[in-house]
Every structure is written in C-alpha cells, then in structure tokens.
C-alpha cells in the first residue's frame, strides 16, 4: 500500500472486546478527534453573486443605467436588460455547479456500529471519534480509516477508492480504508484517522475546489472584454470631452444644461463598444445545448462543458465501469483429458453456495443448483490463498477445489509442457479470468480445514474461464473518436494483461499493457510514455490524476472517464471529466458531464452538440464584435474629430436587437457539424476588424457630408439609423450564407421588423426617427451602397483565409488519427 493509502498506527492500545469508555468518547470530542467534516473549497452563494454581478462591465452598464434614469432618459436604458439577463444566467450557471459539489458525500452510511464501554451501539458517521473500535459486517461502509484488530473472514471492497476489481482479505494489522465497502465475513478495527485526514474525505476536500471548466468560447469572450476594459475608460473621455465642446465647451454645457445630452451621447458610444450581447447570446446557447443533451441522457454540471468534448483530442478511459459494465460473466469450460464425474453438479454447488463470491455466482445461470449435493467439508475462499475446497461423500465423492491456476497447481499451471499449462497459458493472453476445478479422492479431515490445506492427490478436471461484459456500444464509439483523430488512453487498476485483451475486444491496437508500477517519477518521461502507450495497468487514483497533467502539459486538450471514487481526482483535473450515473457520487459531482443511462454512445452526440454550438458561436460572434469594432472606432474617430455622436442610444438598440440579437439567437442554434478547429476568436477578428472599421468610417463620412449638405441633427440620426440598419442586414446576409429557407424567414423577419420601425408612428415617435430629407436620401443611398461592396470584398478575403486555416486542421487531425 502506498504512503497515499497507508493508513497510521492507533495511538492507543483498545481493548476490541471493550472499546472506548464514555470518559474516553468525552475526551477524544474535546479534543476535535471526531469524524466530522465540513470542508469549506466551494464558492460561496456571495462569491458567485459577486463574481458574475459585481464585475467591471456591470459597473459601467448599471452606471450608466442609473444615470440614464437620474435624467429622466429611461427610454435609452434598454440596454440594461442585457447586463440583468447575462449576471442572472452567470449565477445560476455556477449555482448548479456549486449545489452538485456540495452534493459530494463518500460517506453515505446511514449509521456506523461501534463497541463502546463492552457493548455495540449504533452511532452516527459523524460521530465516530479516534480510537474507536468499529464493528464491520458485510454490507457496511467503512466510515473512517482504521486497523483490522478481529477478522473473521473479513473481506473488503476498495475498488470505488483503488481501482482493485477483487476484493480484499483483511487480517489483524491490515488497514480498513474509509469509503471502502465489507463484502462479506466480519471483523473489528480501531479507528486511526478521522474527519478531513480520512482517505475519503481527502479525496472529496481535494475534488471539492471549486473550478470552471476550461472553455475557448468562455475565454475568447473573456479576452475581449479585457480588452475593452483598457479601452474604454481614455475612449469615454475622449468622447465625453468632445460632446461637451459641440455642446458649447464644458462652462457653457452646464449653464445652458446641454450637457444632458452629451452624457447621453457618451453613454450611447460606451454602451455600444461592450459586447454583452456576446456574452448573453454564449450563455444562451450553452444552456439550450445542455437541455438538448439532457434530453439525450447526458446531464451537463456546467455548461460550458457542452463544447468542450468537441475540443478534446485525447480521452482516457477507466476500462471497469466505461469499456466493460463493470460485472463479469461465465465464458466457457474447457475440460481436461478424462475429468472426475460430477464436475457440472459440483460447480452449480459452488455458484449455489450462500458465500459465493461475484465470479462464483457467474456459475449459477450455465450450471443449476443440485439438489442432493450435501458438504462433509468446506474450506471457504480467501483472496490472499485464491481457492476454496469442498468434500462430498457421495454424489461426486472426494475433495473438489476451484481456484487460480497457479495457487493450487504452482508452476505446473505455466508449464506449457502439461496439459493443465499448455490451456492456461493458451488462455492467458485473451485477458480471460481462469479458474481451475481439480479434483482429488482424499477427504478434508478438520485438521485440513483449520490449517486451511489443499489435499493430495489433486487433478484438474476442468478449467474454467470468465469475461468482464463489455458494454456493446464501447467499440462503435472508439471507432468513431479515432475517426475525429482523438487519441484513446485506457486506464485501470486491474492486470494490464486483462486491460490490454478488453482494448483489443473494443477494437483498440493493444498488443500489451503498461504496468504502472514502472511509471517514472519524472513527469517529462511519463509524458513520453503516454504519447508511445495506449493500454496502462494497476495505476494508482495518484497517478492517474498524474497521468492527465502529464498529457496536458503536451499540449493535449483530455477528457477522462469513470465511475469510481479512485476516479474523481483525474476527472476533476481533466479539461472534461465524464462521469457513469452508476458511479460514486463524488465522482458524479466533480465530472462536467454524467451519462444519466450509462451508455457511452452517447459521447459521439455531445462532440456533435458541442460543434454546433462552438461553429454557430463562431458565426454570430462576427455579428457581434463587429458591432463592437465599429463603435470603438466611430467613438474615436468622433471623439477626435469633436464631432456630435450621432446615434441616440434608444436607436442603437434598433440595430442591436433586429440586426444583431434577435436573429444571432436564431442562428445559434442551427445544426451545424463543421469540425471543431482552434483559434475561432482570431478567425472572428480577421472579418470583425476590416469590416467594423469599414462600418465606421462610412458613418463618419456620411455625417461629415450630411452636416455640409446643412442636415438637421434629427434628420442627420435618422441616417445613420437607417445606414446602420441596412448595412447590419447585409453583414446578417453575408455571415449567414449558404442561404437556407429557415434563414431567408428569419432575415426577412428583421427586414420587415426594420420597415416597421421606420414607418409607424407610435416607433417612429419613440426612436426620434423622421424623414432625413432628399438630399440625405441620396446621400445615404450612395454610403449604403459602398459600404455593402466593401463588406463583400472584405468577407471573400475572409473567406479565404478560413478556408486555409481549416484546410491546415483537417490535414493535421487526420495525421494524428
């Protein structure tokens, strides 16, 4: 047992037929030595509220809000639903995330017994203290670490904490982990830790530390609004100092109150250049992704977590519980050269037997119960000796043993020279698990059966294979990620031989595995090892939290798979953790995603969720920071040419909705399976840039040359709404080609909605919108147009630049694949 599991000496002599008196119980909760644990690694409600509303950009929108209403300008305030509608999405997103770590209890024992002062009570988990002597029968939960100081036939399931399929023989001396499950006999043991030292709650204290899941769509935007975050405070004042001197300089503004309007101007520029439409519209689209996928049976604890498997280009899987079902099954009989008589009736005695383990209960379904088979002796099966022995009178007379080959035949077992050998090693390579049934004419006396002692005399009669069931949709789905160029990684805590037999059954170029236990300790060499091995055996919960880091610090994007405890701390660490509902609960509350049914089919449907919304992001993001873009730069170009803004904000909230919002909302959420490639923000800024400068300096042109022609300034705002909004339905029409009819409803949707703005009173009055005038008109008719060619020229040299770069992505995946 490695010093993560070791668990330490008692430090103090109990008698196991006593226990602790009610002095000592007293004594160990003064002192704190109890069971409790109450971590305190997750976000607060007040964290999250204040990390997602107190934020900068909130500031200066809620300013902004505050001010706009102060002046009795409620009308310009729209754009403060955005900024409630995004803090109160980012709270609960991370609210859910919170609820399901908190969730995390190993622990789940409804009660604990224990001896106290000579007699057994029933105490809670929780309050079970140092040095108490816990009494243990089958089914009980083991609720702290502790020392086994009575055994009788004490057998104990660590594998949701080690990975080990088998259970385990406890003697006195040997340690009990926390968590761990008694399968079968009885036994006392004495506490030694307890509370947040225990093994258990170490693994859900490390588990618990809240994090969010790596995202590029969530990290783009974050990118952006640092960006804008430097920008915007010299732009604002660039712009705030210009609309005071249109307003007749800063003394004359105040006396005349025409500062009114240049603060709300300057609200207008700055409420422009944040992009919280982007930020709404990603949270908009991760939810409805998750709802999609939960309809599917795939549960989403976060919700960026929705593209992140589309972004993964290795998988680690645990083989028990995510390959295999997690249960193993009778394979075949492969009998020896003229075997005793009775070997069916006797195996369906062993799978009958009220001990019977979970590989001898296999043998009930192939071989019924007999009726008239009585024991004279019976040695029961013990994991340290791997066989067990009965002795029958009659009805198959003499001793019959099953167990591992090489446990009760030695290295006659391995000798391919004898019958025996040649079969085992034969099957050894198939990953089978192999039992052996010998038979022998000796009795078991009662000395055999307390020295627990093979007789003389043994033959094999039949040897006798199981198989772990493979779950049926592992192959096709291991087909389909090698397909995409996704790298396998098959970890496990079990035979490497056996690992390696179930990869090659799913279809998985294995030809051996890697024995763990030869990992180096340097985390470079370990990362050289996982980029040369595909199949690893008896790896520790440590290494394989390791393992994940070591493939990440090589740039690999993983995603890691499993059920049990032991693999909660490699989930957690992974970019995506997927977790089987069947698994532990803390395993289930760090993972990303949890397959609700099990089935590992369903990945292929979360990489395709994940494409649609990372590729649909993409698209609407150009919307949206091309908006950003454009208004940046018209603040500056305003602000240096002191020239009046000429948008109110109320207008800009036309263009928003109709040519940006609405219809993004829509086109978010088209099926879309283009291939996930990195680096969509720079794709997205290398149409964004050109176009939203292109945008800019056409409006800057057209209010120069409208206040030439001597264009009123209602009339002049009224242009440039209609500049904007024509010109926004084109950039619309442009990112959403190929044109489908789907698509044509929805851009003829704004269009008509636009028309409406622009001709009924009742909007027309609340938009300040008017007619510009003919010598505007034509004006406008001349910038629009230039504006539209300029656009097209700047997406076909988009267009090509993105065709190149996914070109260079599809080549380098299928080199991977």
Request: glycine share 8%.
């Amino acid at each position: 047992m490695d010093a993560a599991t070791d668990v330490s000496s008692p430090t103090a002599e109990i008698d196991p037929a006593l226990g602790l008196s009610a002095a000592d119980v007293a004594e160990r909760i003064a002192d704190g030595r109890t069971n409790s644990f109450t971590p305190d690694t997750s976000r607060s409600v007040w964290n999250i509220v204040r990390a997602n509303v107190f934020t900068l950009f909130n500031g200066i929108v809620f300013a902004c809000f505050f001010v706009l209403f102060v002046l009795g300008r409620w009308q310009d305030a729209l754009f403060g639903l955005a900024a409630f509608a995004n803090s109160i999405i980012g709270c609960v997103q991370e609210f859910r995330a919170k609820a399901a770590l908190d969730r995390l209890a190993l622990l789940n024992a409804p009660v604990a017994r224990v001896r106290r002062s000579a007699q057994e009570i029933e105490v809670a988990p929780v309050d079970v203290v140092a040095d108490d002597i816990l009494v243990l029968r089958a089914g009980d939960q083991v609720p702290a670490d502790a020392v086994v100081v009575v055994s009788r036939a004490l057998q104990i399931d660590e594998s949701m904490l080690t990975g080990e399929s088998d259970a385990v023989d406890k003697k006195p001396g040997d340690d009990a982990l926390s968590g761990s499950i008694v399968v079968s006999g009885e036994g006392a043991a004495q506490a030694t830790r307890v509370g947040a030292d225990s093994y258990a709650n170490r693994f859900a204290g490390e588990a618990k530390r809240f994090s969010l899941v790596a995202s590029e769509v969530r990290g783009s935007v974050n990118r952006v609004l640092k960006w804008m975050s430097w920008i915007i405070g010299p732009v604002g004042l660039l712009v705030l100092n210009a609309q005071m001197i249109v307003a007749g300089g800063w003394a004359g503004a105040w006396e005349s109150g025409e500062w009114v309007q240049a603060v709300v101007n300057t609200i207008a520029a700055l409420t422009a250049m944040i992009p919280l439409g982007l930020v709404l519209m990603t949270s908009i689209t991760f939810a409805v992704g998750a709802a999609k996928l939960a309809a599917k049976q795939v549960l989403v604890n976060e919700l960026p977590a929705v593209e992140g498997l589309a972004r993964v280009d290795v998988i680690c899987l645990d083989k028990t519980g995510t390959l295999t079902a997690g249960e193993i099954e009778f394979d075949a009989m492969h009998a020896m050269t003229d075997p005793a008589p009775g070997v069916e009736r006797v195996l369906g005695w062993y799978g009958a037997a009220p001990d019977a383990n979970a590989t001898a209960r296999c043998l009930r379904e192939p071989f019924p119960a007999p009726e008239t088979l009585d024991a004279a002796a019976y040695i029961a099966f013990s994991s340290a000796r791997k066989w067990s022995a009965v002795s029958f009178a009659s009805e198959a007379p003499g001793t019959w043993v099953l167990g591992a080959p090489e446990m009760v035949f030695g290295d006659e077992a391995s000798d391919p020279s004898t019958e025996l050998g040649a079969v085992v090693v034969g099957l050894a390579s198939s990953g089978r698990r192999t039992l052996v049934l010998a038979h022998s004419t000796v009795l078991l006396d009662s000395e055999d059966v307390d020295a627990e002692r093979l007789p003389a005399g043994l033959v094999p009669a039949v040897v006798v294979t199981f198989r772990e069931q493979v779950r049926p949709d592992a192959a096709q789905t291991l087909a389909y990620f090698r397909e995409q160029g996704v790298g396998i990684r098959v970890i496990s805590g079990d035979n490497p031989r056996t690992v390696a037999a179930i990869a090659r059954e799913v279809g998985l170029d294995a030809p051996e595995g890697f024995d763990a236990r030869r990992l180096p300790e340097d985390d470079i060499e370990l990362a050289d090892i996982l980029e040369e091995n595909t199949v690893f055996g008896r790896v520790t919960p440590e290494q394989k939290k390791r393992m994940v880091v070591a493939l990440q610090s090589r740039g690999h994007i993983v995603a890691m798979t499993g059920d049990g405890v032991n693999d909660a701390l490699a989930i957690k660490t992974a970019d995506i953790g997927i977790a089987m509902n069947s698994g532990a609960a803390a395993t289930k509350a760090v993972a990303r995603l949890v397959l609700l049914d099990g089935r590992f089919s369903h990945l292929p449907d979360v990489v395709s969720e994940g494409r649609q919304v990372i590729a649909n992001i993409e698209r609407v993001s150009m919307l949206f920071l091309n908006k950003t873009v454009y208004a940046t730069v018209l603040a500056v170009l305003f602000g240096v040419l002191v020239l009046e803004f000429p948008f109110l904000p109320r207008q800009l909230s036309i263009t928003d909705g109709l040519t940006i919002g609405i219809p993004a909302f829509f086109l978010a959420l088209l099926p879309n399976t283009q291939r996930y490639v990195p680096g969509f923000l720079k794709r997205s800024l290398v149409f964004a840039i050109p176009a939203g400068t292109v945008i800019a300096v056409a409006l800057t042109l057209y209010t120069l040359g409208a206040m030439s022609l001597g264009v009123e300034e209602d009339e002049l705002r009224t242009g440039t709404t209609i500049i904007l909004s024509i010109v926004g339905i084109w950039v619309l029409t442009v990112l959403s080609r190929p044109i489908t009819r789907f698509k044509v409803l929805v851009i003829g949707a704004m269009f008509v909605a636009l028309l409406a703005v622009f001709t009924v009173p009742l909007l027309t009055d609340f938009f300040v919108l008017v007619d510009p005038g003919e010598d505007a008109a034509v004006l406008i008719a001349v910038v629009t147009a230039a504006t539209i060619g300029a656009i097209e020229i700047v997406r076909f040299f988009h267009r090509r630049y993105v065709d190149r770069s996914m070109t260079a992505a599809v080549n380098a995946s299928r080199g991977r694949a």
